[in-house]
């Protein structure tokens, strides 16, 4: 496998000849609205990342920075706009939401064909995070057929969609959580070809707990703040065939997978 960071820098650099010619050539160009409704500092970091991709790529963008108490009525309502805008080709409604909005009805309010974020039900994209893991375990030809996928946690935005996705590509696919025992947990490691670990504690794996395969793949998701730094999920080094670094590993994937969804919609909807 690759590095993550020359991947993704790769990947970036075939996008932009595709955008240039696309702005130069197309009479419409893409156009991403972020929408935030929140001061939250990782919403904040994760935004200024994924300006950085857009202002790189040369891809129209613009953050609707809003009230953290503007009204439900009012969210939808700039949310129906975005969805009819033919201007726009996505949007993404950055996550978390303040109490007095149901994160429910925004994601089925968002137009499926707009959806970067695969929040809808309906929608036909594969949401950041797993998008960017499966993309980069495709194009480093990882064969998934009938290997053990462990994935440890179940949110919507990275364990479920994950399994999902995996089990797609004939996997055999077992998700952890909370309610796994240790013991289970270990058995259920020990035997993984392939491991994804969303938790969001910091070193929850470690190495003198396990013995995992020696050509297994971790792919760790966590990003935890610990005295002024960033640190994942898994210890380093866990003596494994490929593991993900914390940073610059599966957050660079997640940038880059809002963009190839992007493309996508352009591609597919010619919004
Ligand atoms: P989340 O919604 O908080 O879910 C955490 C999951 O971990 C839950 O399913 C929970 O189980 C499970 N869990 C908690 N304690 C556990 C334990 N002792 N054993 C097994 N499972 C346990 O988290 P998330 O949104 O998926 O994010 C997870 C981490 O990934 C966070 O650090 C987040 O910051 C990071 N993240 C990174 C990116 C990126 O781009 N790099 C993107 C998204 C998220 P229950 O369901 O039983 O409670």
């Given at each position: 496998m690759v590095e993550i960071s020359d991947y993704v820098h790769n990947k970036k650099e075939e996008v932009k000849g595709f955008i240039s010619s696309l702005n130069k050539n197309s009479k419409k160009n893409l156009k991403i609205v972020i929408v935030q409704v929140n001061d939250d500092e990782a919403s904040n970091s994760y935004i200024k990342g994924k300006i950085k991709d857009l202002c790189e790529l040369g891809i129209s963008h613009q953050l609707l920075?809003?009230?953290?108490?503007?009204?439900e009525n009012a969210l939808f309502e700039i949310i129906d706009q975005l969805n009819k805008d033919?201007?726009?080709t996505g949007f993404i409604v950055q996550l978390p939401?303040?109490?007095?909005?149901?994160e429910n009805k925004v994601k089925r309010m968002i137009d499926p064909k707009k959806d970067l974020d695969g929040?809808?039900?309906?929608?036909?994209f594969l949401s950041a995070t797993p998008k960017g893991i499966l993309t980069f375990l495709k194009d480093n030809r990882y064969v998934m057929v009938g290997k053990n996928a462990v994935i440890i946690g179940r949110s919507d935005i990275v364990g479920k969609p994950m399994a999902k996705a995996l089990l797609n590509e004939n996997m055999n696919v077992t998700i952890l959580h909370s309610y796994t025992t240790k013991e289970d947990r270990k058995f259920y490691l020990e035997h993984a070809d392939l491991i994804i670990v969303a938790v969001?504690?910091?070193?929850?794996?470690?190495?003198?707990?396990y013995k995992f395969k020696k050509d297994a793949v971790i792919i760790d998701v966590g990003i935890n703040r610990v005295n002024g730094h960033l640190i994942g999920d898994c210890e380093p080094?866990?003596?494994?065939y490929f593991q993900s670094p914390v940073p610059r590993g599966v957050g660079l994937l997640t940038r880059l997978a809002l963009i190839l969804n992007l493309l996508e919609a352009y591609k597919n909807y010619g919004f």
């Amino acid at each position: 496998m690759v590095e993550i960071s020359d991947y993704v820098h790769n990947k970036k650099e075939e996008v932009k000849g595709f955008i240039s010619s696309l702005n130069k050539n197309s009479k419409k160009n893409l156009k991403i609205v972020i929408v935030q409704v929140n001061d939250d500092e990782a919403s904040n970091s994760y935004i200024k990342g994924k300006i950085k991709d857009l202002c790189e790529l040369g891809i129209s963008h613009q953050l609707l920075k809003l009230k953290k108490d503007i009204s439900e009525n009012a969210l939808f309502e700039i949310i129906d706009q975005l969805n009819k805008d033919e201007s726009v080709t996505g949007f993404i409604v950055q996550l978390p939401l303040p109490p007095q909005i149901d994160e429910n009805k925004v994601k089925r309010m968002i137009d499926p064909k707009k959806d970067l974020d695969g929040f809808n039900p309906l929608s036909p994209f594969l949401s950041a995070t797993p998008k960017g893991i499966l993309t980069f375990l495709k194009d480093n030809r990882y064969v998934m057929v009938g290997k053990n996928a462990v994935i440890i946690g179940r949110s919507d935005i990275v364990g479920k969609p994950m399994a999902k996705a995996l089990l797609n590509e004939n996997m055999n696919v077992t998700i952890l959580h909370s309610y796994t025992t240790k013991e289970d947990r270990k058995f259920y490691l020990e035997h993984a070809d392939l491991i994804i670990v969303a938790v969001g504690k910091p070193y929850f794996i470690k190495k003198d707990e396990y013995k995992f395969k020696k050509d297994a793949v971790i792919i760790d998701v966590g990003i935890n703040r610990v005295n002024g730094h960033l640190i994942g999920d898994c210890e380093p080094d866990l003596g494994v065939y490929f593991q993900s670094p914390v940073p610059r590993g599966v957050g660079l994937l997640t940038r880059l997978a809002l963009i190839l969804n992007l493309l996508e919609a352009y591609k597919n909807y010619g919004f």
